[in-house]
């Protein structure tokens, strides 16, 4: 059984702890109601655009069906000769310890798309590098990054986004934040190939008919590379917030078995206490037995 002075120590350490932990959720709190706003906005705004890149792309497919067959030849011999990879997948992760269980549930269903064997493997952040590495070992080969949710260093997301950029087909793995307490594992297709809006909404807003200028391509072309890059950046945002709010609800639990731990301490330190006192009484009512 433990000292009273080992007690102490160890309740000293678990009031220290339940302070640090405290002030480190009030921190994360602050962070939320910092960026949960602007995040919300930027989701609606990245839905948005989603939903015009896929109608973008789809007009384009049809336009070419009813071109003049030499249209159709020239294409398909841009697209023979083009140097654009197939498709990629990225596991957007974060740097930082203590993030919950949302890093763990994106890796999963980032993992069931890497066994396929079918994409190029993208890894953002130590987090994910660490969980892919301890699951696959060098069974894979993959590009890695660990560029920073909250301040994305251009020197980093420069190369990154023009790699991406390479590829015909890009899905992003990354957490969605719902609400303080849920937060869910998401892919988002930032390269057009399909929208974020349920099926419900699309066949409400499927009929839509452009008129292009200066012409297609070029359009095509500026949704492929400038506001694919806008997509990245705002999928980070995203994943920033799911990180925050799963960190939350650590440190939550984080500070009710630190309760629990100084109850615990208290109450032992109050038997210790006590049996000390009883054994000092014992010990003079023994010495005034003595001397009678």
Do not use: Y
């Given at each position: 059984m433990p000292s009273l002075k080992q007690l102490n120590q160890q309740y000293q350490f678990s009031m220290e702890m339940h302070e640090l932990v405290q002030s480190t959720q009030e921190i994360t709190v602050m962070e939320i109601q910092k960026v949960r706003q602007s995040a919300f906005e930027n989701r609606q705004y990245k839905e948005g655009i989603l939903d015009i890149f896929f109608d973008v792309k789809s007009a384009e497919r049809q336009m070419i069906q009813q071109l003049l067959r030499n249209r159709d030849i020239q294409r398909q011999e841009q697209d023979e000769t083009s140097d654009n990879k197939d498709s990629v997948i990225v596991l957007i992760s974060t740097n930082q310890l203590f993030t919950g269980d949302i890093s763990a549930k994106v890796f999963q269903v980032f993992a069931e798309e890497v066994r396929q064997e079918t994409s190029d493997i993208v890894i953002i952040g130590r987090i994910g590098k660490r969980l892919f590495e301890q699951a696959f070992g060098d069974k894979y080969h993959f590009l890695y990054s660990e560029i920073s949710n909250s301040h994305p260093e251009p020197e980093l997301l420069k190369p990154l986004i023009s790699t991406l950029l390479q590829y015909q087909h890009i899905d992003v793995f990354e957490g969605k934040y719902v609400s303080l307490v849920e937060q869910k594992p998401t892919i988002v297709n930032i390269s057009g190939e399909s929208t974020l809006m349920d099926d419900q909404q699309r066949e409400t807003t499927s009929q839509r008919n452009f008129l292009f200028e200066p012409s297609l391509d070029n359009i095509v072309t500026f949704f492929e590379t400038q506001i694919t890059a806008t997509l990245f950046r705002l999928t980070l945002d995203e994943s920033r917030l799911a990180n925050l709010g799963s960190r939350i609800t650590t440190l939550e639990s984080s500070l009710?078995?630190?309760?629990?731990?100084?109850?615990?301490?208290?109450?032992?330190?109050?038997?210790?206490?006590?049996?000390?006192?009883?054994?000092?009484?014992?010990q003079r009512l023994a010495g005034i037995s003595c001397w009678t």
């Open positions: 009710n078995n630190l309760e629990r731990e100084v109850t615990m301490l208290e109450r032992r330190q109050k038997v210790i206490t006590r049996g000390i006192q009883n054994r000092k009484q014992l």
